[in-house]
């Protein structure tokens, strides 16, 4: 099959996510290896926002390959009532780098699925209803995850497809601070805010929160915000539902976020949430984490959920490999070493270019926000322009740096800088090369 013909089956006959489906004609990849991809042409990508932010192993690991094959080859499928060598394996493998005390797990096939069960365990364990979110937050896109999500991707399908009970609380953003013109002395208002919802809503079940907020932006709360959120949940008896499907494997310097760096900081949700890197996204697999209270609980109740793929043990092989990987590797110190080198970068990218008003991040996972005015912080494009297809200034700089051989997620008005833990330094000047060359467009397009 021609690759033109790849192309257009692909685009005629199957629906392009978040997007107008006119002009759908999708790149055909033929290969991937390390920190790269290669389109069928043969021209080289660097991966330097790791797909979807989850292909943090990078390309072509032999051990989870491995571990799928030997998987398939001794036992593809088998229903989630019986259980595995697999399961096993994988269980005694999380309970290693978990935060301590999430010891029951549910699994499922994306973070979309993870979330929709933590609502539910929530709901079931608390006998409330209400879940306070963010508004700037992704949760995923089935009814009862779309309904969390504060962003866009909500509005076009409220009321028909969203679930009732939802809260949204303010964004822990601290370089747009929705609450410093009534509080310019922080003492992390965002947080007090979401106590006082918590009082005055009433029948709240959880508040879930990405630790480090993904797809919107990249915003890493200060410390003590999580440190805080902790204690005010504990305090009126509200679970704490941590979203880790982007932020954890390493992602930002830790295995997963809540961990701040280790020490006090560090902080244990009732519930925690992950996907992508799991696996290194070699296969589909998520998982809701629970504490032992909460397990304890539906030991005399009736678990009220389930999926055909629950437990899948191809899934879960994999899982297991990628963990190991992980450790073997040290990709989460890695993470950590690489990261900080980034962040120097990048801050050097962001002095040289007016365009540029915010660079944010942990790990290697950081946020490049573009501005037009940068005394204003004024973006250059809004949610609703995205969602009204209006060309974005975020697109302009993405498609260039393709042009150059790299690959970098934009959104609304930031790119995401979110490499394989496996890049190196070589790769990272190559990617920070063409991010430095692209925003050319957008300094030439400032007010």
């Known amino acids: 099959m021609s690759n033109d ?78 259980t595995t060598k697999a399961r096993s394996e994988l269980c005694t493998e999380l309970l290693t780098v978990l935060p301590k005390g999430l010891n029951k797990f549910f699994f499922t096939t994306s973070g979309t699925e993870a979330n929709e069960a933590a609502i539910k365990i929530a709901r079931l364990y608390t006998g409330k209803h209400k879940i306070i979110s963010r508004y700037a937050s992704y949760h995923g896109s089935t009814s009862g995850s779309v309904s969390l999500t504060g962003d866009f991707r909500r509005w076009m399908v409220e009321p028909h497809d969203t679930v009732p009970g939802t809260a949204f609380a303010p964004d822990v953003n601290c370089y747009r601070c929705p609450l410093k013109k009534s509080y310019p002395e922080c003492g992390i208002a965002c947080a007090d805010y979401t106590e006082y919802m918590i009082e005055r809503e009433g029948n709240v079940a959880a508040v879930i929160i990405e630790p480090i907020v993904g797809t919107n ?120 070493a690489m990261g900080e080198m980034l962040g120097v970068k990048l801050a050097a990218i962001k002095e040289k270019h007016p365009s540029v008003g915010d660079v944010r991040g942990r790990g290697l996972f950081y946020a490049v926000e573009l501005v037009k005015d940068r005394n204003k912080k004024t973006p250059f494009n809004t949610q609703q322009e995205k969602l009204d297809g209006k060309p974005l200034m975020v697109d302009q700089i993405t498609a260039k740096m393709m042009s150059l051989g790299v690959s970098c997620l934009g959104w609304i008005s930031h790119l995401v800088v979110a490499p394989p833990l496996i890049v190196t330094e070589a790769e990272l000047d190559e990617g920070l090369r063409a991010l430095d060359e692209a925003l050319v467009i957008a300094d030439a397009a400032l007010a």
């Not at 392009?16 to 002009?23: D, H, M, N, V």
């Not at 991937?32 to 192993?57: I, P, V, W």
């Not at 009736?302 to 990628?322: D, K, M, N, V």
């Open 5 to 82: 013909s790849v192309r257009e089956i692909s685009g005629k006959h199957t629906y392009g996510t978040w997007r107008r489906q006119k002009g759908f004609l999708p790149l055909n990849i033929v290969d991937a290896e390390g920190s790269h991809f290669t389109d069928s042409t043969g021209k080289r990508y660097l991966d330097l926002s790791s797909q979807l932010m989850c292909s943090n192993l990078g390309h072509k690991n032999r051990a989870v390959i491995d571990a799928i094959k030997q998987q398939a080859e001794e036992l593809a499928f088998i229903a989630p009532g019986y």
């Open 217 to 336: 932006g990249v915003l890493v709360p200060p410390k003590e915000y999580m440190v805080k959120l902790r204690a005010l949940t504990k305090r009126h008896g509200v679970l704490l539902i941590a979203d880790e499907v982007m932020t954890g494997w390493g992602r930002t310097g830790d295995w997963f976020a809540v961990n701040q760096g280790g020490g006090s900081d560090a902080i244990v949700p009732d519930i925690l949430t992950t996907a992508k890197g799991i696996t290194g996204a070699y296969v589909p697999l998520g998982l809701a984490a629970t504490t032992d209270e909460i397990a304890d609980f539906f030991n005399d109740r009736y678990f009220a959920h389930g999926h055909t793929y629950e437990a899948h043990p191809l899934t879960l092989a994999p899982a297991t490999a990628a963990i190991r990987e992980y450790k073997r590797l040290g990709l989460i110190e890695r993470s950590r």
